[in-house]
């Protein structure tokens, strides 16, 4: 079977990290596999296909509208002819969709999050088979959207991350080092987790040489954030180093892990922090509603997320025996839960079905 995987940028992002790891098990199942990337964006994800050598194509140098990309996907699939196209992501769903009704190729979708553009709304039922990166992400497409069952199939989006050696745990004493690794855009809500940490420093001065707060990442918020830091006079509290290749250094790093996210499906740099053996605080968004009930790995925010955070974390500087006891306790759950078996379990598991929406559609 001939595969083409369209996904919308090469950006750095749980979706495209995951990339190599989707066509090694495409691969191994026997097929053959073509990667391109509607736009370039930051390219971060780059690096990650060249080390696994997985060579890849741009549609183009930057962001074109929707029927550009359209058109040069469409001429790209006259030419190659794949039995499928895989999409991954919004804008190349939607351009993956039309092109695989208009040449009567069979398309398969890709789902990251509980959330859904309008475009998408509207084409859902053009895609053969969605695929959820997550149980949470499954239930949105079968309960909110109302696709049918036996058009939805789960592949979490996550493998174990080994960290060695792995953090060490925080004494109470030395200064809280708190992480986030994700894009710098509104719905990571990184400006309401800023203003917790500026609310906290007002309420606990203390705090000001307790604690330290990383985001790893880059995108559009960025000029936004680094104001907000400035205006803050956070300098000295706050860092935003910019996107990294590997994030391990960051998870050895860091004694609690921050995600204060609108939404997500599987996120899988709160999941990496589990693996590394980190508590994390996050939003009860996506699967990581589930990760922290099933795991007691971290905590939820409840209510309106800046005084939820501000309050959270004030506590938790009075209690390092309660975060070491949750991140051994999602370390386990991630040991248990996503094992580099299981990645390949549910993928081949995918595969399959495909294989056999392609044989219907000869």
Known sequence: MKIHYLITSLESGGA?????????????????????????????AARLLDEAGIPYRLLFDRRRSKLKTTRAFTWLMRQSRPDVIWTSLSAAGLVGMVTGVMLGIPVVSWKHSASIRLHTRITRGLSR??????????????????IADDRVMTWPLFEQL???????????????????????????NYDLLIEAIARLRA???????????????????R???????????????????????????????????????????????????????????????????ESVRVSEGGLLLDGDVVPSLT???????????????????????????????????????????????VDMAR
């Open 16 to 44: 495209e990290a995951a990339v190599p790891g989707i066509v090694a098990v495409m691969r191994k199942a026997g097929h053959e596999v073509e990667v391109t990337a509607c736009e370039p964006r930051d390219m971060a």
């Open 129 to 146: 088979l969605w695929v959820a990166d997550s149980p949470s992400v499954a239930n949105f497409l079968t309960g909110t959207l109302g």
């Open 162 to 188: 080994t960290v060695e050696p792995p953090p060490t745990p925080w004494d109470g004493r030395k200064v809280l080092r708190i992480g986030s690794i994700g894009r710098l855009h509104p719905v990571k």
């Open 203 to 221: 309420l606990r001065p203390d705090s000001a040489n307790r604690l330290h707060l990383t985001i790893v990442g880059d995108g559009p918020e």
């Open 223 to 289: 000029a936004q954030l680094e104001a907000l830091v400035a205006r803050h006079a956070l300098q000295q509290m706050v860092d935003l180093p910019g996107a990294a290749s590997d994030v391990r250094p960051w998870l050895r790093s860091w004694h609690l892990y921050v995600q204060p996210s609108r939404y997500e499906g599987m996120c899988l740099a709160a999941h990496e922090a589990m693996s590394a053996g980190l508590p994390i605080l996050v939003t009860p968004v996506g699967e990581l509603r």
């Open 311 to 357: 309050a959270t974390i004030d506590e938790l500087l009075d209690s390092p025996e309660r975060l070491a006891r949750m991140g051994k306790a999602g370390k386990s759950y991630i040991e248990r839960t996503y094992g580099k078996a299981a990645f390949e379990q549910a993928g081949l598991a995918v595969i399959r079905r495909v294989e056999e929406l």
